[in-house]
Nanobody, 125 residues
């Protein structure tokens, strides 16, 4: 079992930066792949980025590639999402999600067993 708690959301001006954290409980966190998803009002939840259990493999949605960076510290049981050059369209609730590592990169929300409660990111003009 893994429990996830996100933090670090807030209000930021367009062009600014934020760093989200996803703190996990559970002894085997280093066996889990983690992704960030986001959901804007009136829209479906969408994949943002993925990191595998070791941190050596990452993947990003086209909309954030080059602006966002996902990383993890397994000793601290924490995954980070560094967001730079934020845009108005990045406004959403951001969720981290975990799954037991499989072969390949998983971008579908249905593949993830564990979810955090979400943290709001609001980008203002």
């Amino acid at each position: 079992q893994v429990q996830l708690v996100e933090s670090g959301g807030g209000l930021v001006q367009a062009g600014g930066s934020l760093r989200l954290s996803c703190a996990a409980s559970g002894r085997t966190f280093s066996s889990y792949a983690v992704s960030w998803f986001r959901q804007a009002p009136g829209k479906e939840r969408e994949f943002v980025c993925f990191i595998n259990f070791s941190g050596r493999t990452t993947s990003y949605a086209d909309s954030v590639n080059g602006r966002f960076t996902i990383s993890r510290d397994n000793a601290k049981k924490t995954v980070y999402l560094s967001m730079n050059r934020l845009k108005l369209e990045d406004t959403a609730v951001y969720y981290c999600a975990a799954m037991v590592q499989r072969i390949g990169i998983s971008t579908a929300s249905s593949e993830y067993n564990y979810w955090g409660q979400g943290t709001q990111v609001t980008v203002s003009p």
